[in-house]
């Protein structure tokens, strides 16, 4: 009952023309895909880019990031308002990435989440723990403090609006994958916090997606673990053969 979602996370690659190239190829790879929701993020500079090239498909747009404020001066930034006019469904919110090297925090996963659900926008939040926190055994502590400061302050009725991502920070960009088995663990966990802070009903609705080196030749043991609602790809999202393969597990 819950849909699988696919996601391509871009990063910073691809330009506009490069976006409308992708597509061109990648849509007719996943045009009887009715399993699962695709969506690309690209950069924003490619969003209207792949806004149009996407329109009359099922393939949805996301951006990766997006302030909180609607609007104001603050250089550089793009609000939920404005993500949602370019023709966006939906938006990362808090990926490692931004954690590590922009000073993201639970603090603002919560406003940035709470700004995308009132914009009408589809937050998929990332979690996930580094490397020595996994091998201290702190995983556990860190999914719940990210799940607990990052979410539960939002209302039932916004968390239903909320995709989660478990992405291990060991496992992105780096060819290293949790286990099926790892990932189910911490999905388990995860769901377990939600059912801690909205109830039986929100945890057996809340997509989590796996993410971390997702590539063709993995994607279908871990789609095979019930507990995996989709995936959250980075490079592999870039080839349109390689993301329509993990598109159609
Ligand atoms: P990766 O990235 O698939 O390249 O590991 C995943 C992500 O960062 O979302």
Not at 39 to 50: E, K, N, Q, T, Y
Not at 167 to 189: C, L, Q
Request: with cysteine.
């Amino acid at each position: 009952m819950r849909v699988p979602l696919m996601a391509g996370n871009w990063k910073m690659f691809k330009t506009p023309a490069e976006t409308t190239v992708f597509c061109e190829r990648f849509l007719p790879l996943v045009a009887s895909a009715n399993h699962c929701e695709i969506l690309l993020c690209p950069p924003f500079v490619s969003i209207a880019a792949a806004v149009a090239a996407t329109q009359g498909s099922t393939v949805g747009v996301g951006a990766q990031n997006l302030h909180w404020q609607k609007e104001g001066a603050f250089t550089g930034e793009v609000s939920a308002p404005m993500i949602k006019a370019a023709g966006c469904r939906s938006v990362i919110i808090g990926h490692s990435e931004r954690r590590q090297y922009f000073g993201e925090t639970d603090t603002t996963v919560f406003k940035k989440t709470t700004a995308a659900i009132e914009a009408g926008l589809q937050p998929i939040v990332c979690v996930g723990e580094l490397l020595e926190e996994r091998e201290s055994n702190r995983t556990n502590d860190v999914l719940a403090r990210q799940v607990k400061d990052g979410l539960s302050g939002l209302r039932p009725d916004e968390f239903a609006k909320v995709v989660i991502a478990y992405e291990p920070v060991w496992a992105i960009g780096t060819g290293k994958t949790a286990t099926p088995d790892m990932a189910a663990d911490a999905h388990r966990f995860i769901r377990e916090q939600v059912r801690l802070a909205f109830g039986e009903d929100a945890a057996a609705a809340v997509r989590i997606l796996y993410g971390g080196s997702v590539k063709p030749d993995n994607v279908k043991g871990l789609m095979a673990q019930p507990e995996i609602d989709g995936a959250l790809v980075g490079g592999a999202s870039l080839k349109p053969e390689d993301f329509s393969l993990i598109v159609n597990f």
